[in-house]
């Protein structure tokens, strides 16, 4: 089992920076990957970004490439997004996800069994 907490999010303008926090218990954060989905409302969750369980592979929806960056501190069973450059249709609620690792890092939400509660960006343009 593994239980997930995000912070870090708020208001900003279009720009401006934001950093994402997802706080993990459990013994088997370590063996599991990692993605933040974000979810607009009256749109379905879509993928963002993920990390597989040791860090040494990212993979992000082309629309962050170059904006966005995704870590994890095994140690302290954490995962970052540090997100720069926000647009305003980057606005919605962000969820961290954790789920097994597969041979393919998996993009969809029903590929991974964690979810945290979500924490709200808002970005004013």
């Known amino acids: 089992q593994v239980q997930l907490v995000e912070s870090g999010g708020g208001l900003v303008q279009a720009g401006e920076s934001l950093r994402l926090s997802c706080a993990a218990s459990?013994?088997?954060?370590?063996?599991?990957?990692m993605g933040w989905f974000r979810q607009a409302p009256g749109k379905e969750r879509e993928f963002v970004a993920a990390?597989?369980?040791?860090?040494?592979?990212?993979y992000y929806t082309d629309s962050v490439k170059g904006r966005f960056t995704i870590s994890r501190d095994n140690a302290k069973n954490t995962v970052s997004l540090q997100m720069n450059s926000l647009k305003a249709e980057e606005t919605a609620v962000y969820y961290c996800?954790?789920?097994?690792?597969?041979?393919?890092?998996?993009?969809?939400?029903?590929?991974?069994?964690?979810w945290g509660q979500g924490t709200q960006v808002t970005v004013s343009s």
């Open positions: 990390i597989d369980w040791s860090g040494s592979n990212t």
């Open positions: 459990g013994r088997s954060f370590s063996s599991k990957k």
């Open positions: 996800a954790a789920g097994t690792p597969r041979l393919w890092i998996g993009r969809r939400p029903d590929e991974y069994e964690y």
